[in-house]
């Protein structure tokens, strides 16, 4: 909501291991005023969610700029939310809770 994005910029990791501070560089690498400061980190897994979650939450502290990460599943459960759906309104967004939830998560350290 606060983070401009004229675009957005995604980097897709096929890693076995935990994203670091190189990957979150490159992507941040990417972030300037003109075209928005705002990506998305796809990769297959994380095992410390935690340490991951604090590393986007000092980029957000530090310079405003916003990364969330998602793995393999967080997009298999937005694939589920959009198949589950009784009806199809043009309006719903049946990604945008775990997007949202994960933002939310990283502003107010709640992870």
Do not use: H, W
Request: glycine share 2%; with cysteine.
């Amino acid at each position: 909501d606060d983070t401009p994005s004229t675009y957005i910029f995604i980097e897709c990791k096929n890693y076995s291991e935990d994203p670091k501070n190189p990957e979150l560089d490159q992507l941040m690498g990417r972030f300037n005023d003109k075209y928005g400061k705002f990506g998305i980190l796809t990769f297959r897994n994380v095992d410390n969610r935690k340490r991951l979650m604090e590393r986007c939450t000092n980029i957000y502290n530090a310079k405003n700029e916003l990364i969330i990460p998602l793995t393999d599943n967080d997009l298999i459960d937005m694939l589920k939310n959009v198949r589950d759906m009784s009806f199809f309104d043009p309006t719903d967004q049946p990604y945008e809770e775990i997007l949202t939830d994960k933002a939310k998560a990283i502003r107010v350290q709640t992870y």
